[in-house]
């Protein structure tokens, strides 16, 4: 069964960094999976942030997040990492990470099929 789980939110100033955590169960980076970090504000749709092809490693990142996040990964932990440097009021949300089995291009939240719960990043201007 696959499984994830989201970590690492909290309250940040504007400038400031956090580091997000997706612990992945039921599958490996060696297998034929894409996993996505997704956010959604309060009254807006749900949006792709970044999204790897894990078994080539291949990337995306939203034009918002450019030059700003970094997804890293520790295949020993099976977890993926979303790294969030300078920081915006405009980046707080809730943050899911979410995996579809195959290997996609596309970064849009209906695409995947297993969803991990939500973390809140709360950006402070």
């Known amino acids: 069964e696959v499984q994830l789980q989201a970590s690492g939110g909290g309250l940040v100033q504007a400038g400031g960094s956090l580091r997000l955590a997706c612990a992945v169960s039921g599958f490996t980076f060696d297998d034929d999976y894409t996993i996505g970090w997704f956010r959604q504000a309060p009254g807006k749709l749900r949006e792709g942030v970044a999204c790897?092809?894990?078994?080539?490693?291949?990337?995306y990142y939203a034009n918002p997040v450019k030059g700003r996040f970094t997804i890293s990964r520790d295949n020993a932990k099976n977890t993926l990492y979303l790294q969030m440097n300078s920081l915006k009021p405009e980046d707080t949300a809730v943050y899911y990470c979410?995996?579809?089995?195959?290997?996609?291009?596309?970064?849009?939240?209906?695409?995947?099929?297993?969803w991990g719960q939500g973390t809140q990043v709360t950006v402070s201007s």
């Open positions: 790897i092809r894990v078994r080539s490693g291949e990337l």
């Open positions: 979410a995996a579809l089995y195959g290997s996609t291009w596309y970064c849009m939240s209906e695409l995947y099929d297993y």
